[in-house]
Each structure stands twice: as C-alpha cells, then as structure tokens.
C-alpha cells in the first residue's frame, strides 16, 4: 500500500524568505502523480503543484517549485518569497496511475506553515 | 470552474442520530470522494463514488454508508452518530488529474 509521510508538523518562516516543506512517499509502482496542496483558514483546498513522476524536470508554478526526487522517493516543495497570504496548512498527496479502487488520493498529515510579518 | 458544495459548514447533533451529509457538483463529474480530516492524520478516505449507484470503500468506512442515486450529489450517512466521528468532512469530485474539493462541515457530535 502506498503511503505519504510528512515529517515536520509546523513550520514558521518570516515574510519575503524561502521555505522548504518536505514530503517522502513509498510506493512500488514506476508511474504515479505527486501534489502539493493548500489549505487556508476557509478551508478550501486549493491545488499549488503537480508532478507527473515519468517527467524528470521538476515543476514550477510562480513562486512554488518542487524538489522530486524519483529514487529517493521525495517530493519536497520550495516556497520563494514568501508572502502572508501563504499561511496555510500544506498537505503531499500522492494518486496511482491505475484505474478502480487504486484511482484515489492518499495524504499525508500536512504541515501548517506560518509566515510571519 | 467546477464548484462543488456541501450543505452546512458547520454541524452539532447528538449522539445517536442518523446524519446526512450532503455534497453537491455542478460539473457532471463520474467520480465523488469523502474524506474525514483530522489533526495529526491528514485526510483519509472513507467512501468513494465512480458512478451513479456505485461506490467503493476507502480506508476508514466502518460507521459510515454512502448514497449517490443523481450523479451530481453523494451524500455521506451516518447511522448512529458517535462522538468518534466528531471531524472535518470533506468531500471532492474529479475528472482526470483535477479535483476539486467542498469547503468542509465541521460536525460536532455530542
């Protein structure tokens, strides 16, 4: 069964710095996606980045980009610049390629982030 | 963009009650999820849905059962509420890679 660890509950990080959330994740198959998902105070959960794990180039978004490691089974996101509005709590998710009962999301505990002015 | 809804933000019942929650998509999505949030645990899965009529249990069903007889709405039943499932219910829908999540109830059983 896969599964999806993060390690570090909370984090702070002042305003305008950079921040890096880890996430490792343990899975026998060669193909899978990799997320990074937020959650603000509303509780919406709003979707930052996908990683495709056939793909080498690590992907980005604005000020979002993740560190995927393949081997290593790691998929840490970097938060550049960080602004207040990223107070959040972040949660790695992991979703099979395979269809039926495996075509689900599996989470990890999250990290709530808090940036500070 | 898809939105999907669910009825209550927030939820306080007794223990003992039998409790809809309900869950709404607008967008003709095949597949529906619920999921129970909890601190220190992340999100678990506790039904899905890929169909109308048809479901699958997840990780945690035990204490739940599941209802979608309209593809845009799948609703999440508790028999006998417990102070055990007092959490934060979110539900989902896909199509591909994007899901799209409720904003959560918040229920509180006493």
């Known amino acids: 069964a896969q599964t999806v660890t993060q390690s570090q509950p909370e984090m702070s990080v002042q305003e305008a710095e950079t921040v890096t959330l880890s996430c490792t994740y343990d899975t026998s198959e060669s193909n899978y996606y990799l997320f990074w998902y937020k959650q603000p105070p509303s509780r919406q959960m709003i979707l930052v980045i996908r990683?495709?794990?056939?793909?080498?180039q690590n992907a980005t978004e604005n000020r979002f980009s993740v560190n995927f490691q393949k081997a290593a089974k790691s998929f840490s996101l970097k938060i550049s610049d960080s602004q207040l509005g990223d107070t959040a709590m972040y949660f790695c998710?992991?979703?099979?390629?395979?269809?039926?009962?495996?075509?689900?999301?599996?989470f990890g505990t999250g990290t709530l982030l808090a940036v500070q002015p | 963009d898809v939105k999907v809804t669910q009825s209550s933000r927030y939820l306080v019942k007794r223990t003992g009650e039998k409790v809809f929650l309900e869950c709404v998509q607008d967008m003709d999505h095949e597949n529906m999820f619920w999921y129970r949030q909890d601190p220190g645990l992340g999100l678990r899965l506790i039904y899905f849905s890929y169909d109308v009529k048809m479901k699958e249990k997840g990780d945690i069903p035990e204490g739940y059962s599941v209802s979608r007889e309209k593809k845009e709405r799948f609703s999440l039943i508790l028999e006998s509420a417990s102070t055990n499932q007092t959490s934060m219910y979110l539900c989902?829908?896909?199509?591909?890679?994007?899901?799209?999540f409720g904003s959560g109830t918040r229920l509180t059983v006493v």
């Open positions: 990683q495709e794990a056939y793909k080498q």
């Open positions: 989902a829908s896909r199509v591909g890679d994007g899901y799209t």
């Open positions: 998710a992991f979703r099979s390629v395979n269809g039926g009962a495996t075509n689900k999301l599996i």
